[in-house]
Each structure stands twice: as C-alpha cells, then as structure tokens.
C-alpha cells in the first residue's frame, strides 16, 4: 500500500521540487539573483529597496553588478519600481532618475500602500510581483503582508542607525565579509558612465 502511495506521490513530488523553479528567499546580492527563477515563476515586476541593497545609504558603497542587473531586467520586460523609506526626496529622486525607475518615498514600509500603489503604476497583481529588499521589517513584511513573493538581500555596510546597533542583527543580513563590495565614488563613475 506505502509503495502505491508514493508511486502516486513521486511525479508531484518532482513536479513541485525539480521542475517548478522557486524563487530563493535570500540572496547575498541583487547581481547573484537569476533571472530565469524569477521569470519561470511568472514575475513580471520588481519592487526594490534603495538604501542598502542598491547603494549604501551614505552612497559609499555600491552593490556589485547592480546597474548592470537591472539594464538586464529592464531588456527582459521586467517592471520595476523603487520603493524608499529613505526621508531625503532629492537623493531618492537622484536615483530614480539615474536608474530610470520611478519610485516612492517615504513609502513607509511595511504598511501596504506604497506596495499598492507601485503595483497599480506597473499593472501587476501580487503574485507577478518580487520585493527585493534588506530589511526584514519593512521590505519582506510588506511584501508578505500584500502577498508579492519576496528575496532578502545582505545589506551593504553602512553606518548603524541606533535602532541597527539593537536589533539589526535580527533583521538584516550583514554582507558577508568574503564577497566583492564596489566603493562608489560619484565624480569617478559619472565621469565615466
Ligand atoms: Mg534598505
């Protein structure tokens, strides 16, 4: 009877392990998210976080390969729009000009209606939709709490607001000591890009 059960259970079984591609719910960078996992899952838009996992909040760092990535995602069809809990609108402005990606901020993650409104503006219901972000709290909570999938990203270093230096360990990942971490020096790369 057991070996009938699991003749029965096996192709689901592989359906859902081997062939249905999921999409990973962290990534140490955004460069190291593969796109055919997020496509074969049918999304067709990406809400992304600024501060700490596009560039570091003090514009120091940059991630690695991140505008790259997201010329990518744009020459695959994929929508995208940045949602920013950051309170300083020109720099978020700044970046959603040079990235090309309207945004919103303060968008007070994780409460829904910032997600809603990038969802109407890109015209995807939740499950089209990917939240890419560092913080737990307020990126993949919103994205849970709007029902979009979510990958949580490390977050590039980055001085420690009073409230990181308490919990940030249980919300954020720290990016991880051995990977490549790109200085973002503004003169030098606007002088060649
Ligand atoms: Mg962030």
Request: glycine share 4%; net charge neutral.
């Amino acid at each position: 009877m057991k070996i009938i059960l699991r003749a029965l259970y096996l192709p689901n079984f592989i359906e859902r392990n081997v062939w249905e591609c999921e999409i990973p719910k962290q990534s140490h960078s955004l460069a190291a998210i593969n796109f055919d996992r997020l496509t074969d899952s049918g999304i067709q838009g990406i809400i992304i976080d600024l501060d700490n996992t596009i560039i570091s909040e003090d514009d120091r760092y940059m991630s690695p390969d991140a505008i790259a990535w997201i010329a990518q995602a744009k020459k695959l069809g994929l929508k995208l729009f940045i949602l920013s809990n950051g309170k300083r609108h020109y720099r978020v402005r700044y970046w959603s000009d040079y990235l090309d990606i309207p945004a919103i901020s303060p968008a007070k993650k994780p409460f829904p209606a910032a997600f809603c409104k990038a969802m109407a503006a890109m015209e995807l219901a939740p499950e089209r939709v990917v939240v890419i972000g560092d913080s737990l709290h307020t990126d993949i909570l919103g994205a849970w709490i709007v029902g979009c999938s979510h990958i949580q990203v490390a977050s590039l270093p980055h001085p420690p607001r009073w409230w990181e230096k308490l919990i940030g360990k249980y919300v954020q990942t720290a990016y991880p000591v051995d990977r490549e971490l790109w200085e973002f020096q503004s003169s030098n790369y606007f002088k060649n890009n």
